[in-house]
């Protein structure tokens, strides 16, 4: 079989903004004037292609000599826009300048021209102890010594030796921490990734057990911003994962207040101020705290002016999953039905331009929400559409919430459509995949009870009976910390009392709201 033509080049073409795509038709003509022409033909037509074509390309240009070594040519294109896009960002973030400062220490050294190096290293100390970056901290003792032995060691006393030596091994304390919580963050979030919130005694003393290491104790411990911030963002993530949403909101709280009084610290690194407010936004929706989520989601919409955020793709991706997955959220949980589809066009049109780049997490999240939206609003069919998105794009060992929630809404989607046949045939499918997968949550098998039972009720007042069961059954688990992502997804208290009763499902979620601030 022929091998298949590789688009990494087309992808990063795709990926380049139009400043850029400019910028790299003036490099090319300053640094490549034999080879410009036809890098900028071919640069032009794959900028152009939706999807690449290799075989258009070479039938376009089957007249050009460069088409011969396609690969080559290719692979020397690549190379072009990655040195103009090096000299595009030089200077647009502290790492950037870190290591051109570090490169320049370099060129100093290869001259012996060793005392302007250590000048030079001067710089790179104090603007990497300025914005916590120990690793170019470290390249520069690293630096320092090789010079120092490079020089026969002029001017070097044992104080300063010492000093060196004091100063390294706090970098190497430092490092180590950074490490350790690096390492102990990535191990809770697999975990959150692949199995979700915890729902029984073994999940909770996985994480108790994580968060028992020495790192995670006392913040006042920690030597840098960096670490605190780790430190936080791991104790609110477990307390999260354990159905601890007070806890959880502290420690972000605490991480969007160190955030703005350390800012220096987290220049350049715009996904954590993003990803720290979006998530106390979400928490104080599972909290019913809504009035302070929506002071943070108008505050949220200006953190890029505030933290001086370049405009790119991948911030209007972020900016975009953000504002839409939370207001939807934030309607969909106050039973708003009709304002959370008033904005399914503005999701319809970011996931035909992002979806592609999105986890799959975060795609199951949206079609979840939408399919929910039109299910709340009484249109099932649309509601059908979504949820079978979701199901569809799926990964046979996704069993991420928002996928399951979805094959439990696709049920209850089906039994109002009146779909029994197909209902029968989901159910079993549904069952299967909850056991496959070790689902503990105590709602689920209650659902499937009434499910399957509602299927073969004889009439109204046998149906009548088995929602007043279930809503019975229910009742009590809204208290329960492992149940709650059930009711972070769903009300079937509402839905269950809707049924009885015969009130609007949204008018049935505003009533609990509203008893639930009363007490």
């Not at 410009?36 to 152009?48: G, K, M, P, T, V």
């Not at 999260?240 to 800012?263: K, V």
């Not at 949204?506 to 601030?517: D, E, N, P, Q, V």
Request: aromatic share 8%; proline share 3%; hydrophobic share 45%.
């Amino acid at each position: 079989m022929p091998r298949k033509s590789q688009d990494h080049l087309h992808r990063l073409i795709r990926s380049m903004t139009r400043a850029e795509k400019r910028y790299f038709k003036l490099f090319i003509g300053r640094h490549a004037p034999e080879g410009a022409s036809h890098q900028q033909l071919l640069f032009d037509a794959i900028a152009r292609m939706e999807t690449y074509d290799e075989a258009g390309l070479l039938l376009r240009f089957a007249a050009e000599a460069f088409t011969h070594r396609f690969a080559v040519t290719k692979r020397r294109l690549y190379e072009s826009v990655l040195r103009s896009l090096d000299a595009f960002h030089a200077e647009s973030s502290v790492d950037v300048r870190l290591y051109r400062l570090l490169h320049q220490v370099e060129i100093l050294y290869q001259r012996t021209l060793y005392a302007d190096a250590m000048k030079m290293l001067l710089s790179v100390r104090r603007l990497a102890s300025q914005h916590d970056r120990t690793h170019a901290l470290v390249a520069a003792s690293e630096w320092e010594r090789r010079i120092m032995e490079s020089n026969n060691y002029a001017d070097v006393h044992e104080e300063r030796l010492k000093e060196r030596a004091d100063a390294d091994a706090h970098l190497v304390q430092q490092q180590a921490q950074l490490n350790g919580l690096w390492d102990l963050k990535s191990r809770l979030f697999l975990q959150l990734y692949r199995d979700g919130q915890a729902r029984d005694a073994t999940a909770h003393n996985a994480l108790a057990a994580l968060l028992d290491h020495p790192l995670l104790k006392d913040a006042s411990m920690l030597r840098t911003a960096k670490a605190r911030f780790l430190y936080h963002h791991i104790r609110g993530a477990a307390a999260f994962a354990m159905g601890d949403t007070s806890g959880c909101h502290a420690h972000l709280t605490a991480n969007l207040s160190l955030l703005n009084s350390e800012r220096e610290r987290f220049v350049g690194e715009p996904n954590l101020v993003l990803g720290v407010m979006s998530n106390l936004i979400y928490v104080c929706i599972q909290r019913g705290m809504y009035n302070e989520a929506f002071a943070h989601l108008r505050s949220f919409r200006t953190l890029p002016s505030q933290w001086n955020m370049p405009e790119s793709d991948d911030l209007d991706l972020k900016l975009f999953t953000t504002t839409a997955s939370l207001e939807l959220s934030m309607h969909l949980r106050l039973g708003d039905f009709d304002k959370a589809l008033e904005l399914v066009p503005v999701v319809v049109r970011g996931l035909a331009e992002h979806a592609h780049r999105m986890g799959p997490v975060r795609r199951a999240g949206f079609h979840y929400h939408l399919a929910y939206a039109y299910f709340g609003a009484g249109q099932y069919d649309k509601a059908l559409r979504w949820v079978n998105e979701l199901t569809n794009d799926a990964r046979a060992d996704d069993h991420s919430d928002p996928v399951c929630a979805g094959r439990l809404l696709q049920l209850l989607i089906l039994l109002e459509l009146g779909k029994k046949d197909l209902l029968t045939y989901t159910l079993r499918n549904t069952e299967r995949f909850l056991r496959l997968r070790g689902r503990k949550h105590r709602f689920e098998p209650l659902l499937l009870h009434l499910v399957r039972g509602l299927v073969t009720a004889r009439n109204a007042s046998a149906r009548k009976e088995l929602l007043e069961r279930f809503h019975a059954s229910v009742l009590p688990l809204a208290d329960e910390a492992g149940e709650h992502v059930v009711f972070d997804h769903f009300d079937p208290i509402a839905w269950a009392e809707s049924k009885i009763t015969g009130e609007p499902f949204s008018m049935r979620i505003k009533r609990r709201i509203a008893l639930g601030r009363a007490a």
